[in-house]
Every structure is written in C-alpha cells, then in structure tokens.
C-alpha cells in the first residue's frame, strides 16, 4: 500500500509559478507510474500530468503542454509538478496518484490518491 501526501500549493496572481510535490510513503515508489489530476471548482476531475516509474515518459493535458513539468526522484519518493506561467483556469484541488501499471491519462487507472492541495490562481 502506499499513502501519498501533497504540498506546495496556494494562492498566487495570474503569471506566478508554482512547485507541487507528492510525498509517498513505502519502499516501492519507484514500481508506480504516478499521475497528477485536478479538479477545478464545480467541474470533474481532469488530468494533467503523468510519468513513467523511471521517469523517461512523461505525458500531459494539453490545457498545460509547455507550462507544466512533471518529475520524479525515486531515491526520495517523492514526484513533482512544476507549474508556471498559472492562469485562473488552473484554479482547483492538485492529487497525486500512484498507478501500478504504466502511465496513463484514466483517473480509474490510479491505486492510490492523496488528498489533494489547494491551487488558486487570482487573475
């Protein structure tokens, strides 16, 4: 099993920059493909980012193509989401989850998910 924790988020202007991380827990991280989904106020949960257990792919929404980074050190346990150049539709709750197959855009896809952290872009 494996519990995940997220950190890193807040309120910033339009423009800002963000660094989310995922803290996971456990000695099998790095058998995890790991996803980023959120869910903006009042709308379902979306995609926005995942990446291979040994980080070579990484794959993203295209809503966040070239803004979003998503990163993993294994030796940590931990996987990132470096945000820039936020918009107000960016605004929503962040969740890490933890796949145990490959990498994959299907929130039904995920094991594991944590409770998510709070990111508020004001335009």
């Known amino acids: 099993q494996v519990q995940l924790v997220e950190s890193g988020g807040g309120s910033v202007q339009a423009g800002a920059s963000l660094r989310l991380s995922c803290a996971a827990s456990?000695?099998?991280?790095?058998?995890?493909?790991m996803g980023w989904f959120r869910q903006p106020p009042g709308k379902e949960r979306e995609f926005v980012a995942t990446?291979?257990?040994?980080?070579?792919?990484?794959y993203y929404a295209d809503s966040v193509k070239g803004r979003f980074t998503i990163s993993r050190d294994n030796a940590k346990n931990t996987v990132y989401l470096q945000m820039n150049s936020l918009k107000a539709e960016d605004t929503g709750v962040y969740s890490c989850?933890?796949?145990?197959?490959?990498?994959?855009?299907?929130?039904?896809?995920?094991?594991?998910w944590g409770q998510g952290t709070q990111v508020t872009v004001s335009s």
């Open positions: 989850a933890a796949n145990r197959g490959v990498t994959s855009r299907d929130s039904g896809a995920y094991d594991y």
């Open positions: 456990g000695s099998t991280f790095s058998t995890y493909a």
């Open positions: 990446i291979s257990r040994n980080g070579g792919a990484t």
